[in-house]
């Protein structure tokens, strides 16, 4: 039986391959051979996902799609989420979860059993995915608060920017150094930032 196998993360600062090795055991031991890997770093509450969705458009019938959990999958509304399962389903695809043992059967209980499996995994898998999305919402909640009480405490605060990166930094001010007559364009694409970070050096290394 074929796996795709599908890894989120929230942001660039976690790695979204982290459970690769973890989730390629699991396929091992099941006996799944592995034809796809998708690894992204993007917000779990977002349908638009372009490596879930080359997934979904590459996988077919009775593939498997493994994940490592249902918050790595979603924490998608609920009218997202019944989407998403909707194309799982007109896809064919078992949706496999490695931390939810019931999901596991899918990968070999056939007929009657299987049947009832299937139902039984579909509900915790809901459960599981609200679960997820009322954790985000949570999180989402606690950290407007603490915002809101900094600003009650302290009206003349304003929350601190990103901390720049020290050593592209001096990589950047080391390129330009070297090369006077390069282009921000050309630095950038060297030392693997953005254009706008090059501006942003530049200008602050003339005013220091």
Not at 31 to 44: C, F, K, M, Q, T
Request: a positive charge.
């Amino acid at each position: 039986m074929n796996a795709h196998l599908y890894l989120r993360a929230s942001t660039k600062d976690q790695d979204a391959n982290r459970a690769k090795v973890a989730l390629e055991f699991f396929a091992t031991e099941k006996g799944l051979s592995i034809i796809g890997i998708y690894a992204e770093n993007i917000s779990g509450t977002k349908l638009d996902r372009p490596q879930l969705l080359a997934l979904l458009d590459t996988a077919e019938k009775g593939d498997v799609l493994l994940v490592e959990s249902v918050d790595r999958l979603s924490r998608l509304s609920p009218t997202d989420w019944d989407t998403l399962k909707a194309t799982i389903k007109v896809k064919g695809l078992r949706l496999v979860v490695a931390d939810l043992p019931t999901s596991h059967m899918l990968v070999e209980a056939k007929g009657i059993t299987g049947q009832i499996m299937d139902v039984i995994n579909n509900m915790l898998i809901d459960l599981m995915a609200t679960m997820a999305r009322l954790d985000q919402e949570k999180r989402v909640e606690r950290i407007r608060q603490g915002l809101e009480n900094k600003r009650a405490a302290d009206p003349e605060w304003k929350p601190a920017g990103k901390g720049k990166n020290v050593a592209k930094w001096a990589e950047v001010q080391s390129l330009m150094q070297k090369h006077p007559t390069m282009s921000a364009d050309q630095i950038a694409k060297l030392a693997e930032c953005g254009v706008a970070t090059v501006y942003r050096i530049k200008r602050e290394t003339k005013t220091a």
